[in-house]
């Protein structure tokens, strides 16, 4: 799986011109999933992303998480994270899970972010759906979580 974390003041996705999912300051996660992931890697890399310090303490350090904030997050399902442009200029995207897994997957995602959270902290997209994402960083500070960087890839589960 793949974990695009944009640190934000807000963020907010539209379908068909109707906001679905929004947050105030927290994280926009973007998130990809690969063909071989499964819930046991959706739940580490939540765990992974609830416990980033990722966010400022009042000396303007890097030292606090989610739960430390009060901070909320925006979910929203993006198979292009496993784009592949090796060759030529048109990416492929056979290294994404197929549509089955990856919302199960998402939405696995989801439900523990509002486990952890509370729903009311918790905004998605629309899986599959055309979406139009709005955001402002807060930084900016982008980090990219792969669990297969992180050597848990699901051969090392």
Do not use: H
């Not at 003041?9 to 379908?15: F, T």
């Not at 998130?31 to 980033?52: C, H, I, M, N, Q």
């Amino acid at each position: 799986m793949r974990a695009l974390i944009q640190r934000v003041e807000c963020a907010q996705v539209e379908v068909e011109g109707s906001v679905v999912g929004s947050c105030g300051a927290g994280y926009l996660i973007l998130l990809g999933v690969a063909p071989s992931d499964d819930e046991t890697l959706a739940e580490r890399l939540w765990r992974k992303v609830a416990a980033l310090r990722i966010c400022a303490d009042d000396a303007g350090k890097t030292n606090r998480s989610l739960a430390d904030t009060a901070g909320s997050v925006l979910v929203v399902s993006q198979f292009t994270l496993y784009a592949d442009a090796r060759r030529g200029n048109r990416p492929s995207f056979t290294g994404a899970a197929g549509p089955d897994l990856a919302e199960r997957l998402y939405e696995r995602f989801c439900e523990l972010a509002e486990e952890d959270l509370g729903a009311g902290r918790v905004g998605r997209g629309v899986f599959g759906a055309d979406m139009r994402v709005s955001l402002v960083n807060d930084g900016p500070f982008t980090v990219l979580l792969d669990t297969d960087e992180l050597g848990w890839g699901s051969t090392n589960n």
